[in-house]
């Protein structure tokens, strides 16, 4: 019995250590520059690779694209690579992204890989517009929506506090009496003053967690929801939301700057902030904001709006130039326009006090920014449109490789500079 007990926890071991994790067959795609970068003008020589256990497969077929991000203008099918590779050259006559997508066919199964390449990125200019009522329409929002008395709530979860942090579900009003923001709070437990980390989601819905592990570094953290609707209900509830009332939450009522959800969205995210400045346990100072995809562009409008806010931490950010596709570029999440030759006007307009940019060019305050070449739902041209935009203190760190998530050294380098602004130990 003690063999067989002992060959049955090795087969367990076994089973819970023998993951699966990658696949045989790769398709990689490569520039010839390694900062995946030339300037307008330039030639750049990409080579693809169809790889089988580390070695060209030899007569794969495979299908291709290749042009500006968005808008590719080759495409073929079928394609024999007698050696398993092919090269290819791109340029471009102004600043954008191009991009080489290379699909392999093999036993019945497809495999991806891509190249996206910065021709002057630098160089990359924005095309929305700025309302010349915009920071009205915003102030105004925002007094209205003080007017409701904040009325926080505070709910122990016990199962989640550790003996350094307090954990909370926490709720409190948005932009009008019975709407509410539900998030996690976190706080340390030792008394004191602290400085502190709003972290604002992608876009979906979902429970949330908090961030417990900087909490336990000193820092008060709040991790809210934009919903309106608790964050720790069972799974299947979010899921049965997201497939039916909340679903593409994101499209609705964009031909109305007022019925669109962005506009309790955002505010929300702003009264985040009024909620963080009247815990007694903050320092009066230090309040960052980060997040990524519509957390990044939630960053945005945070610093724009609440000059509280000391620094931000933007990843790929999301909603950002709208309207470049219809100037035939590729525009950010959720791509409003993308395709639509007659697009309905008043969504333009509106869209406009939603777009990331406008909300860029009125930062003041220091930002860390990241995001990768090979992002399809964030555009590196949207994202770069940003960055250029900005004329507050700010911080580029690239990724070029990088599709729409994150790298280890990327979550590191983005958590090592917001701890930094912090002044908390590393």
Same mark, same amino acid.
């Given at each position: ?93 102004? =600043? ?81 009496? &019975? ?22 989601? &992608? ?162 305050? =220091? ?32 990724? =070029? ?26």
């Amino acid at each position: 019995m003690r063999k067989i007990a002992t060959l049955f926890a090795l087969l367990v071991c076994l089973f819970v250590n023998a993951q699966i994790q990658g696949t045989n067959i790769i398709v990689s795609v490569t520039p010839d520059h390694d900062d995946w970068t030339y300037k307008v003008g330039e030639t750049a020589r990409l080579k693809a690779v169809v790889l089988k256990a580390g070695c060209p497969l030899k007569g794969v077929k495979v299908d291709y694209e290749a042009g500006a991000v968005m808008y590719p203008d080759v495409k073929k099918e079928n394609v024999t690579l007698s050696d398993g590779t092919f090269s290819w050259k791109a340029t471009m006559k102004e =600043p954008g992204f191009y991009r080489l997508k290379v699909v392999a066919n093999v036993n019945g199964k497809r495999y991806e890989g891509l190249c996206t390449v910065g021709f002057s990125p630098e160089r990359i200019q924005p095309t929305a517009t700025d309302p010349s009522d915009f920071d009205t329409f915003w102030q105004n929002a925002l007094q209205s929506a003080r007017h409701t008395p904040l009325e926080a709530t505070r709910r122990l979860l016990p199962e989640r506090s550790t003996e350094k942090v307090n954990v909370y579900e926490v709720s409190f009003h948005n932009t009008q009496w &019975g709407s509410r923001t539900y998030g996690i709070l976190c706080i340390p437990t030792k008394a004191g003053k602290y400085p502190a980390l709003l972290r604002v989601p &992608g876009a979906g819905v979902r429970p949330y967690q908090g961030d417990v592990w900087t909490a336990s570094q000193g820092v008060i953290t709040l991790e809210i929801g934009i919903h309106g609707i608790p964050v720790t209900m069972p799974q299947s509830v979010y899921d049965n939301l997201a497939n039916g009332a909340l679903n593409c939450y994101w499209d609705a009522n964009m031909d109305d700057r007022d019925k669109t959800p962005y506009k309790r969205i955002f505010i929300g995210a702003v009264r985040a902030i009024d909620y963080i400045a009247s815990l007694p346990e903050w320092n009066g100072k230090d309040l960052g904001v980060t997040g990524s995809s519509q957390g990044g562009m939630l960053s945005l409008v945070c610093a724009a709006l609440d000059k509280r806010v000391s620094f931000i931490g933007v990843v790929h950010n999301a909603m950002c130039d709208h309207t470049a596709s219809l100037h035939g570029k590729a525009c950010g999440w959720p791509h409003y326009f993308y395709g639509q030759k007659h697009p309905n006007e008043q969504k333009v307009r509106t869209s406009a006090y939603y777009d990331g940019i406008n909300f860029a060019r009125r930062i003041t305050c =220091p930002g860390w920014y990241s995001f990768g070449f090979n992002d399809e739902v964030v555009p590196p041209n949207s994202s770069y449109a940003t960055y250029n935009i900005i004329t507050a203190p700010k911080t580029l760190s690239l990724y =070029p490789q990088t599709a729409h998530h994150w790298y280890q050294e990327q979550w590191t380098e983005w958590e090592q500079w917001l701890w930094k602004q912090m002044n908390i130990k590393q």
